[in-house]
């Protein structure tokens, strides 16, 4: 996948349609200006005989200066997050950024008649969070992280949302958050939950695994810990020179037993079924082996007191 932060590589799927739009519509716009917002901007008492200017409102500007930089940051950010997340998930996170100040404008009664910064500034909300440190050129010219222009853009919209409320028309304001954050609490959201579902699932198979591995080391001890008498039987008949049939068969029963590639411990460490670790090992068919054969020549079982 293409990193975010290859802001300038060749771009495909839905930014560079959505900025040919922009262009489309503002033609129109200068073309027929009344009309035009009439039929795309949203307003509420049309709404729902114009269900299409929930989404293209997004799409119209007031000047020339507004179309070049929302053109501008959805051709640099949008193209990065798409390349970033693939194209379904940033059509989902675009319709979120966009209903979200258009819904929010249906329940206050605002209209709208451009919307295309407000997702801009949701994507660049998107973008600082992650990439932070990434620099722009202001002006072209002075460099600033990204997220220290998201830091100014909050203020901004906070400062925004104030003087709408002063003014008495705290509608507006909310729908100018809601446009804004819309569409970054959507990928907060999504990015935290991954993030959590992905921790979770983690866990599971480790605890799976672990107790998956508690069980085969405690079937291992009982087998184990069956064998050793046997093995004892066995050594004491290797020891009288002529082990029956019976216990021939059970040494090779021992051989299949063993594990290749086990690291084992040195003979003199060989303790039989009296302590945990022996009998835990997979190792303990071939140190078992060696102790009918000789090796240890007796289990010695040390106590803390060295004795």
Known sequence: MTSGRDLFAPKLGLTLPLCGLHFVFFFLSAADPARTAALFGFYPATAFTQPWTFLTYQFLHGSP???????MILYILGSALEAEWGTGEFTAFWLVATLGASVAALVTGSALTSGGVLTGISMLFAYAWLYPDMQFLMFFVIPVKVKWLAWLALAGLLWGFVQATAAGRPGLGFVQLAGSGAGFLFFWLRHHGR???????????????????????????????????RVEDLRRAVRSGDPPPRQREFEGE???????GVRICKPVDFKGDKDGICVSCEGFAECSLRYVHGEPGEIVVKTRNGS
């Open 65 to 71: 200066f507004s179309l070049f930089f929302g053109a």
């Open 195 to 229: 993030f959590q579902a992905t921790k979770a699932a983690q866990a599971a198979v480790v605890a799976v695994k672990s107790a998956g591995a508690i069980r085969a080391d405690a079937a291992l001890e009982r087998r184990n810990r069956d064998l050793f008498p």
């Open 254 to 260: 021992l051989k299949k037993l063993v594990v290749p």
